[in-house]
């Protein structure tokens, strides 16, 4: 069964700016993902380091390094390419985020869940 959702406007998720966080509960209680923005477009993933399991963002939707150019998780400082989800620096290289299905139409950010 397809599981999509709608998770933003297009226009609220600007360039390399803040994230948007949103909450799988069908999948845990405390599992949350995240949506950002690079070269254009959307990525998704689940807000969970490949290092230790805890959230990237101490403050909510901070997920770029202060030069936009990698998502960094604030624990150790981990660096991932934005695009795919790759850990290039710090305690977890070579493990990566994990991804989740994102699609950007009429305006509107929707994940689908049944394809991760
Ligand atoms: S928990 Fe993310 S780098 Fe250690």
């Given at each position: ?46 807000n ?55 699609n ?13």
């Amino acid at each position: 069964m397809s599981n999509q959702r709608i998770i933003c406007k297009s226009e609220s998720l600007l360039e390399r700016e803040k994230g948007v966080r949103f909450n799988l509960p069908e999948l845990g209680e405390r599992v949350s993902a995240f949506v950002i923005r690079f070269n254009g477009k959307p990525y998704a993933y689940f807000n969970q380091c490949a290092h230790l399991p805890v959230e990237l963002d101490w403050n909510e939707g901070d997920f770029f390094t202060r030069e936009q150019d990698y998502l960094i998780c604030a624990t150790h400082g981990a660096q991932y390419e934005p695009h795919t989800g790759h850990c290039v620096l710090g305690p977890c290289q070579g493990k990566r985020l994990r991804p989740i299905l994102v699609n950007e139409q009429d305006g509107v950010i929707s994940i689908t869940l049944d394809e991760i």
